[in-house]
């Protein structure tokens, strides 16, 4: 058997680049004279911006720092042992570069029986033990207070969570076994899987504290002062600790079924991280603790070693990096101020952009409108979300009155955008209307003033040849609903220049939105493939296939929406309308479904009624449907769709509509909530083989979202 000092040194050794977190001893005398006190600190040496995480270095440095306390504690030099983080974090969990490199289950293995190793001693120490969870804690970071005997947790800490399934593993260094046999399973399962799977939620210190995690909570300020005077006073017996007893009946069953009902809502079976979290969850019912780490070890090992788990943090990594720092965009030293923002429109989705400019820039924002009523409208709609704002207490009164007073409506566009530096048209979807529009504003805006269109499929080049400037016009493209959805597709037309461009850019990251650089090309990213999947669930429905089974065919995707539900979402009328847009750009590869056009004409909202308060076909509609009499199979019609997307992606990427493929997938996963399990479409495509079946060579080197060879 190697030693967890062995296996540790041959993982380190796997990973050279590692960030390693030292645990620095200090030894002083606890208040009421508690006694003589070892605290552990875990430190990167970095600022906060670079959270603490735990590669195999840094656990072999934690196991050091153990040996020292364990010697102490066992020859009586010490009354107690805590752990805490440098400021603002705690820890954050494994180093998730070094899990990419792994190319071997054994190497997998050794990780999670690493960690457990190490973590363990700490419940083993002949005195108590502390976690005091000062700021961000997650993954490994949170189980390491759970192998302490008692924790405490600071009132201003802003992140704390077991994201693990999220990214496609378990909680594998004690966080399935432990956690559920401390809160018992119901809230473990909330923690584990439900967070997880909404876009990996985080609790706050209350939270952490409510939920039984942690024993006491204190505020910020003194945080580490207030936990030692706690400390002293368990120690001497002052304060006991007392825990709920945990429901091992029927309550815990019925939490892991919970568990399973919300895996199956949110993955459908396509990702197994879920499930293996809640197997072990529900062999942890009988307190077993060693056979609980076994278990995590052999399903973090065989995790690591599979596709999702890769995708997951390359999903991960897009998000984070990539979107953070867009492919192509040009230098951001050319961005020109922006002190005033103009939206022509009043409609819903231009009152959401003024609220949203208002929001992050709190710069003037002016409305426009062909009448009085609608100008008040939207103005009206902004001012009644700062209200909902302020009783949320997300702003006080102050910050209220000073955004709603930098909001206005006015008819006269030369009024309102004469000193405006971004003017952002969100008007109907017509290519007439939009020239007119932007021929209006030009002749009143100043000559430096960026011209945006939110356009969804039409050609920001078409848009802007009409005008003198041309170079000044830029399509910036967000998705509904505006206040989720992170995605902001910023096009280039074929005369837009660098300085209108970098300008875009630097109003993005200010919006705080994921930027992703598009050409000028029939509706973009995100709808583009939307539409050819969607157009290849129509088809099919048209030629004789059942609705259900056409929609139950991409339950596997583990998408969050079903087609036909994100048609209703989308409104079958702009569904219409863009496919018709598509068809005639590419009319061999894009149809118009004349069932679709009928349920438009036909004023329906979409395909279902939800009378039972689940999704039932309209009758209405069902009346409607001529379909042909060839029906597929569920396994026919998934192929005929996916090669159908992946022959898109191949098109999209020879024309140049993005950098790379990553570009596809950062869009998908921010724009059309794609799963982060998938790493968006294309690893899902060359792991399922599509991708060399349809375009003869995977979209992604093999390594990038996929085990190394």
């Known amino acids: 058997m190697s030693t967890t000092a062995e296996l540790l040194k041959g993982a380190a050794e796997l990973f050279p680049g590692e960030v390693v977190t030292s645990a620095h001893v200090r030894h002083f005398d606890l208040p009421l004279g508690a006694g003589r006190f070892a605290l552990i600190t875990l430190d990167n040496g970095h600022d906060h911006t670079k959270p603490t995480t735990l590669g195999p270095q840094s656990l072999a440095n934690i196991d050091a720092a153990i040996d020292q306390v364990e010697k102490e504690a066992a020859d009586g030099d010490i009354v107690g042992v805590g752990v805490t983080g440098k400021p603002f974090i705690f820890a954050v969990g494994a180093d998730l570069k070094g899990v990419e490199l792994l190319k071997r289950h054994e190497d997998a293995l050794a990780i999670g029986k690493g960690g457990h190793d190490v973590f363990k001693r700490l419940a083993k120490l002949a005195v108590p033990t502390f976690a005091y969870y000062n700021g961000a804690a997650m993954g490994g970071g949170v189980e390491i207070g759970l192998h302490c005997s008692y924790r405490t947790v600071s009132a201003a800490l802003p992140a704390f969570s077991l994201p693990e399934v999220f990214l496609g593993l378990v909680p594998g260094w004690g966080g399935c076994t432990l956690l559920p046999n401390l809160i018992g399973a119901d809230k473990a399962v909330s923690v584990i899987i439900e967070n997880s799977l909404n876009q990996n939620k985080q609790l706050k210190g209350a939270q952490v504290y409510e939920l039984g995690i942690a024993d006491a909570i204190f505020e910020g300020a003194d945080f580490l002062e207030q936990s030692l005077i706690w400390t002293a006073s368990v120690l001497k017996g002052e304060i006991a600790v007392e825990r709920p007893a945990i429901d091992r009946g029927e309550a815990w069953d019925q939490a892991v079924a919970k568990g399973r009902f919300i895996a199956d809502s949110k993955v459908h079976g396509a990702a197994p ?125 102050d910050k209220a009155n000073r955004l709603k007073a930098l909001v206005t409506g006015v008819l006269d566009k030369a009024e309102g955008f004469a000193d405006a530096d971004f003017i952002i048209e969100a008007v109907f979807e017509e290519m007439g209307v939009k020239q007119k529009v932007f021929a209006e504003v030009e002749a009143v805006a100043p000559a430096h003033a960026i011209l945006a269109t939110n356009t969804s499929s039409l050609s920001v080049s078409e848009m802007a040849s009409k005008l003198k400037h041309p170079e000044r016009v830029v399509g910036f493209h967000f998705f509904n609903p505006v206040a989720v959805l992170p995605l902001l597709e910023i096009v280039r037309g074929e005369q837009t220049d660098d300085a209108s461009l970098a300008t875009a850019f630097g109003v993005a990251k200010k919006l705080k939105k994921t930027a992703v650089l598009v050409k000028d090309a029939p509706a973009f990213v995100v709808n583009r493939i939307l539409t050819r999947f969607m157009g290849e669930i129509q088809n099919v429905i048209d030629e004789g296939t059942p609705v259900d089974v056409a929609e139950k065919a991409v339950e596997p995707l583990g998408l969050p929406m079903s087609p036909l539900v994100l048609l209703e979402l989308v409104g079958p009328a702009i569904g219409l309308h863009v496919s018709e847009t598509l068809n005639r750009a590419f009319p061999e590869r894009f149809t118009v479904s004349p069932n679709l056009k009928a349920v438009v004409e036909a004023g329906k909202r979409g395909f279902y009624v939800y009378d039972s308060g689940k999704p039932e076909l309209d009758p209405e509609v069902a009346a409607l449907l001529k379909q042909g009499d060839t029906v597929l199979t569920e396994e026919q019609v998934r192929a005929r769709v996916l090669d159908a997307v992946a022959q898109e992606i191949g098109l999209m990427l020879d024309e140049g509509v993005v950098a790379e493929a990553q570009d596809i997938d950062l869009c998908l996963i921010t724009g059309a909530g794609w799963p982060f399990h998938l790493g968006g479409i294309t690893p899902y495509l060359d792991r399922e083989g599509v991708s060399e079946r349809v375009n003869g060579k995977r979209f992604l080197e093999p390594g990038v979202a996929s085990v190394p060879a």
């Open 273 to 397: 991280a879920a499930y293996r979290a809640l197997d072990i969850i529900a062999a942890a019912k009988n307190g077993d603790l060693q056979q609980g780490y076994d278990a995590e070890d052999q399903a973090l090992a065989d995790l690591i070693m599979g596709g999702e788990l890769r995708s997951g943090i390359y999903a991960f990594n897009l998000v984070q990096k990539r979107g953070k720092r867009p492919a192509g965009a040009p230098d951001k030293s050319l961005a020109r101020p922006v002190t005033k923002v103009g939206v022509v429109g009043a409609g819903l989705m231009a009152s959401q952009l003024a609220l949203l400019f208002l929001r992050r820039l709190e710069v003037p924002v002016v409305l426009t409108d062909i009448d009085q009523e609608r100008v008040d409208k939207g103005v009206g709609y902004v001012h009644a979300e700062i209200d909902k704002l302020l009783g949320k207490g997300r702003i006080n009164q």
